[in-house]
C-alpha cells in the first residue's frame, strides 16, 4: 500500500498510505532534500545510512545511524546529504496532541539540539520507524505513542518556571478550531468557545500544542489544500476552497510547511498515484 514519489536524480520517498494517527516516510536523498521549512509536528526518525545534515535552531547537525532525530515542533529545518553518498532515513509525524494524550496537560517535552544518542528515545521510537511495508494497528499505535510520550519527558526532564497550564481550554480551542474551519477564526472566538482569556490561552496552546492558534489553522487548511488536490481538483480551487486568499497565499505557506512548493509536491504524488482513500488529512485524537 505504500508508494514512490519520483525527484531528480533517482530521489525518492515512500510514504505510509495506511490510514491511521501517524504518518511515516522513507526517503533517499543523493544531495538536497529539503529547503528550510516548519510543521506543527514531532518528526522523529532515524537515519539508515549515509549522513542527513540539517540546519536546526541555528546550527548544522549531522544524523548518523544509531541516533535518534527528534525535532520540535513549528522548529524551522532544511535536509540535504552530509557526504557525496547521499543518505537514506525514516521519519515519523507525531501529532502533539497524541503526546497530549498522555502527558495529560503537561508542556510538551523539548530534546535539545534535535539528535539525541538516548537508549530511551532509541527503544521507544522503534515501533515508528519501522519498514514502510509494517503497518501498524490501532492497539501498535497506541502503545508506542505511550512508550514515546513517557521516553521524551523522561529525557527532556521536567520545565521549571512554568506557569499552571490550562490543557482542558486549549483542547476546547483546538477542537473548535478543527469543526470550524470554514469559518475566519479569531482570538475572540477561541476565547468564547474553551472560557480561557485569549491571551492566556494563546500562550497555553503554544506551550501545549507546539504552535499558535493561528498556524494550527493555517496547516489544517493546508490538509485539505493536499487532500483536494489529490482529488482532482486545480490548485486554485483547492486554495479557495480551504480558505486561503488565492494560490499565492497558499504557496507561500505550503512552501514554508513542506520545504517544496505545491506544484513540486503535486508531481510527485501524481508520479505514483495511491489507491483512492488511502490519503487522508490528519484524523481526530483518539478518544
Known amino acids: 500500500m505504500d508508494r514512490r514519489e519520483s525527484s531528480p536524480a533517482t530521489d525518492w520517498v515512500i510514504r505510509n498510505a495506511q490510514p491511521g494517527q501517524v504518518e511515516r516516510i522513507e526517503a533517499w536523498f543523493g544531495g538536497h532534500g529539503y529547503d528550510p521549512h516548519r510543521h506543527d509536528t514531532y518528526s522523529i526518525g532515524r537515519t539508515l545510512a549515509g549522513v542527513q545534515s540539517f540546519h536546526y535552531k541555528g546550527s548544522l547537525r549531522h544524523g548518523v545511524p544509531g541516533n535518534t532525530l527528534i525535532l520540535h515542533p513549528d522548529e524551522l529545518h532544511d535536509g540535504s546529504a552530509g557526504t557525496a553518498a547521499g543518505f537514506r532515513y525514516r521519519m515519523a509525524y507525531i501529532d502533539p496532541a497524541l503526546i497530549q494524550q498522555v502527558l495529560g496537560g503537561e508542556p510538551l517535552p523539548y530534546i535539545a539540539g534535535g539528535l539525541s544518542s538516548d537508549p530511551r528515545l532509541y527503544r521507544a521510537s522503534a515501533t515508528f520507524v519501522q519498514a514502510m511495508d509494517h503497518p501498524l494497528d490501532a492497539l501498535e499505535e497506541q502503545d508506542a505513542l505511550f512508550d514515546l510520550a513517557t521516553a521524551m519527558r523522561a529525557v527532556a526532564g521536567k520545565p521549571r518556571g512554568r506557569k499552571l497550564l490550562d490543557y482542558r481550554a486549549a483542547e476546547r480551542a483546538r477542537e473548535f478550531i478543527l469543526a470550524h474551519l470554514d469559518l475566519g477564526i479569531t482570538l475572540e472566538m477561541l476565547e468564547h468557545a474553551s472560557g480561557r482569556e485569549r491571551w492566556s490561552l494563546s500562550r ?16 489544517r487548511r ?6 483536494l488536490a489529490l482529488d482532482g481538483f486545480s490548485l486554485v480551487d483547492a486554495a479557495l476552497a480551504a480558505g486561503f486568499h488565492d494560490q499565492s497565499h497558499m504557496t507561500r505557506h505550503f512552501t514554508r510547511c513542506y520545504g517544496v512548493s505545491p506544484s513540486r509536491w503535486l508531481e510527485r504524488m501524481r508520479a505514483h498515484r495511491p489507491l483512492a482513500g488511502s490519503y487522508k488529512p490528519r484524523n481526530p485524537p483518539l478518544r
Open 204 to 219: 497555553d496552546f503554544r506551550v501545549l500544542f507546539g504552535t499558535s492558534p493561528y498556524r494550527f489553522v493555517t496547516l
Open 222 to 227: 493546508l490538509d485539505q489544500v493536499r487532500a
